[in-house]
């Protein structure tokens, strides 16, 4: 994929290696590499998990998510915390509560990561400079109301962003 693309969003699912093989039927060790590599050759990384009551949405779980992220990663590699709704292969399983996005959230930002938001439910998604806090790109659902970057910085710190931006 080098040269080929400039960025990625990986769904990393869990972080529980028998949940991988036995209800996904991959390799948690897999995604891993991959986003390692992704991320070693200056490929620009996402991460998306879906919070699953009762499957992936402990604690220890999180915590250790968002410690690859912060560690293997970097903190301002962005992660989206998305609400599963039982809509299709688990329509037994309760939706995910605010309260464990809350939850997902605060670990990310305890384990140091600058970027992340929550998704499949009403919550803005601002992106604020990992510096000042200034709102450097305001989302109202999935649209992008106001853009404040100044070629690619903050326009109070002049922090740059990291990411892969259109270049108009």
């Known amino acids: ?34 986003l390692k590599h992704f991320k070693k050759n200056n490929i620009w990384v996402e991460v998306t998990t879906l919070i699953v009551p009762t499957k992936n949405d402990s604690s220890e779980e999180l915590s250790q998510i968002a410690h690859f992220i912060a560690k293997e990663l970097g903190a301002s590699t962005p992660w989206h915390l998305s609400a599963f709704h039982p ?9 995910t509560s605010f309260s464990s996005l809350q939850r997902a959230y605060t670990i990310a ?34 649209k992008v109301m106001h853009n404040t970057l ?18 108009s």
Do not use: W
């Open 150 to 167: 100044k070629k690619g910085c903050c326009p109070k710190c002049q922090t740059k962003l990291e990411g892969v931006f259109d270049a």
């Open 87 to 95: 809509d299709y292969k688990e329509p037994h399983l309760p939706h």
């Open 1 to 34: 994929m080098v040269g080929l693309i400039d960025a990625v969003n990986v769904d990393l699912k869990s972080f529980n290696e028998t949940y991988y093989k036995k209800e996904l039927g991959g390799k948690l060790e897999v995604i891993l590499k991959n």
């Open 109 to 142: 930002k305890s384990a140091g990561l600058h970027h992340v938001y929550i998704g499949n439910t009403s919550v803005e998604n601002d992106t604020l400079c990992s510096t000042c806090k200034e709102v450097l790109i305001q989302r109202k659902h999935f």
